[in-house]
């Protein structure tokens, strides 16, 4: 049974940094892409960032240079450490699953499979 748990989102001050943790349990997460996509209120749900079998990392460009999407093998866990966070991103934080090893370049929702419950990051300025 595939199972996604995120955790540590919280509050900060624009400028400050969370990091974002995915625990993955029923799967191997080497073995997969993973995403990371976030939804703030009244908009659509928007890629960040994903990774696949391989390691290789996509982002989106809103993010580029503050966050960095990264896995532990051995607790088989993804990470998504967020730096200099704006106010803008605000929103509720999920990760997922694709069923293949492969990740595209586009960091489409509908090409993932399994979702977490979602962490809130609420940035003030």
């Known amino acids: 049974q595939v199972q996604l748990v995120e955790s540590g989102g919280g509050s900060v001050q624009s400028g400050g940094s969370l990091r974002l943790s995915c625990a993955a349990s029923?799967?191997?997460?080497?073995?997969?892409?993973m995403g990371w996509f976030r939804q703030a209120p009244g908009k659509e749900r928007e890629g960040v960032a994903s990774?696949?079998?391989?390691?290789?990392?996509v982002i989106t460009a809103a993010v580029a240079g503050r966050f960095t999407i990264s896995r532990d093998d051995a607790q088989n866990t993804l990470w998504l450490q967020m730096d200099s966070l704006k106010p803008e991103d605000t929103a509720l934080y999920y990760c997922?699953?694709?069923?293949?090893?492969?990740?595209?370049?586009?960091?489409?929702?509908?090409?993932?499979?399994?979702w977490g419950q979602g962490t809130q990051v609420t940035v003030s300025s």
């Open positions: 997922a699953r694709a069923n293949t090893p492969y990740c595209s370049s586009t960091l489409q929702s509908s090409e993932y499979n399994f």
């Open positions: 990774i696949n079998y391989s390691g290789f990392r």
């Open positions: 029923g799967y191997t997460i080497s073995n997969y892409c």
